[in-house]
């Protein structure tokens, strides 16, 4: 990933030259582990999600260029997730003869809305990932400004561990490990947010 990069509307106006091959790798980066799960999540084969990633990628590339950038009526994500969701159900009728492949596909309703919800189920799994996708991403981003045991403590804090534990197991008072936890958080969730408002 390049370090210069600077909004996401900037790095969708770079892929839409389609010659800078820097900024496709940001974007690549930026988007490509994201897309794999929700693939893998709509139940098709190990196998073939790497492929169909791939012709994600591809279908976003060619398609950049006409994207109407317009976050208050279309977020990009929101575009990016219907392009995936039309590939994999062009996957899944190509595959009619994988009857387990068509029983997953309809298990979570992909041609249709479920009546409970204003949006077809893939776009709520979907939206899930994308925040666990970005809090990834913010946390690799954050993670080497801390020095001693701030990470530690935090990510002690992550996994459940009770108070008493952490301040067993780190060597140090319930105060400093409650501070070293806010600080950690508190810029995480900023870099989550700039984040998420900069790639979705």
């Known amino acids: ?11 969708i106006a770079k892929i839409r030259d389609q010659h800078d091959d820097r900024s496709w790798e940001d ?3 930026f988007y490509q582990r994201y897309i794999y799960v ?25 398609k950049l260029p006409t994207f109407e950038y317009e976050p208050n009526k279309c977020k990009f994500r929101t575009w990016m997730n219907q392009i995936t969701r039309n590939t994999v159900i062009a996957y899944f009728r190509k595959q009619k003869r994988y009857k387990n492949d068509l029983d997953r596909a309809a ?35 954050i993670k080497d400004d801390f020095k001693g045991k ?8 992550s996994e459940g561990k009770e108070i008493e534990q952490i301040c067993v197991d780190m060597d140090i008072k319930k105060n400093t490990a409650y501070v070293l936890k806010n600080r950690v958080q508190d810029k995480l969730y900023k870099e989550i947010r700039r984040l998420d408002d900069e790639l979705s």
């Open 38 to 62: 929700v693939i893998a999540k709509m139940g098709v084969n190990n196998q073939d999600v790497e492929d169909l990633v791939q012709r994600v990628l591809l279908a976003l590339w060619e």
């Open 107 to 141: 298990s979570i309703r992909l041609n249709e809305e479920d009546p409970e919800q204003s949006e077809p189920e893939i776009y709520n799994m979907a939206e899930k990932e994308w925040k666990l996708h970005v809090s990834n991403l913010a946390w690799e981003n």
């Open 150 to 157: 701030a990470a530690q403590v935090f990510l002690a804090f």
């Open 1 to 11: 990933m390049s370090s210069d990069y600077n909004t996401r509307h900037t790095l």
């Open 27 to 29: 974007f690549v980066y």
